[in-house]
């Protein structure tokens, strides 16, 4: 059964700083994804990660995987306030048929002024 | 609609009630999943469908959770006997492709 990791769970951070937040995953998953969230809000996709070594940036934010660790990476580069969010990352497990995916408990980013 | 819709967004029911979730997917949208996200915690997996078919309800907590999507598209998610840690956001997505858009959730207190 797929079990992912991620940490920290708490990260507070200064504006204009970098950061890496680190997810691993205990077998073969097919895809990767990260999600933010606000408080009180539902998931927001920010990537999906499909093949080991794949890197996406979106803004001040990115994502990669490699498969041959079961590790993926967030980094966050010079942090703005307005990235303060939880964000967790999902694994799907290579189940055929069996799309559901199995998340981590999540990091708690704040950005401190 | 342009998104998945849950409703009710907000509920409260009394121990021992029964509750039932609605979620609304995106339209043409095969795969829809649901999800239990407890205060502080990730969302943990209860349920998914292909179409009509419930292909993985592992995750269903016990027999007093039930979900059914009769007609491959709106579903619902019943609690029966509600008890106080049923309380939680119950989350609903559906998926094309490589990417799964979430609900709002429905915003379940037992009291």
């Known amino acids: 059964e797929l079990k992912v990791e991620q940490n920290p769970l708490f990260l507070s951070m200064q504006e204009g700083k970098n950061y890496t937040i680190y997810c691993n995953y205990s077998?073969?998953?097919?895809?990767l994804y990260w999600y933010r969230q606000d408080p009180g809000k539902s998931l927001e996709s920010l990537f999906v990660?499909?093949?080991?070594?794949a890197v996406k940036q979106e803004g001040r934010l990115m994502a990669s995987l490699d498969t041959k660790a079961r590790l993926s990476t967030l980094h966050i580069t010079a942090a703005v306030h307005d990235l303060s969010a939880t964000y967790f990352c999902a694994g799907e497990a290579s189940n055929f048929g069996n799309e559901k995916l199995t998340f981590g408990t999540g990091t708690r980013l704040t950005i401190i002024p | 609609g342009a998104g998945v819709s849950q409703s009710p967004r907000y509920k409260v029911a009394k121990r021992g009630q029964d509750v039932a979730l609605r979620c609304d997917p995106i339209s043409g949208h095969v795969s829809l999943f649901w999800y239990q996200q407890a205060l502080g915690q990730g969302p943990e997996f209860l349920t998914y469908f292909q179409n009509e078919a419930q292909l993985d309800k592992s995750g269903l907590p016990s027999d007093r959770f039930f979900a059914e999507r009769p007609e491959g598209s709106v579903s619902t998610l019943k609690i029966q006997r509600t008890q106080q840690e049923d309380s939680a956001v119950y989350l609903c997505?559906?998926?094309?492709?490589?990417?799964?858009?979430f609900g709002e959730g429905s915003w379940l207190t037992v009291v």
């Open positions: 077998t073969t998953s097919d895809r």
């Open positions: 990660l499909l093949s080991n070594g």
């Open positions: 997505a559906s998926r094309v492709g490589n990417t799964i858009y």
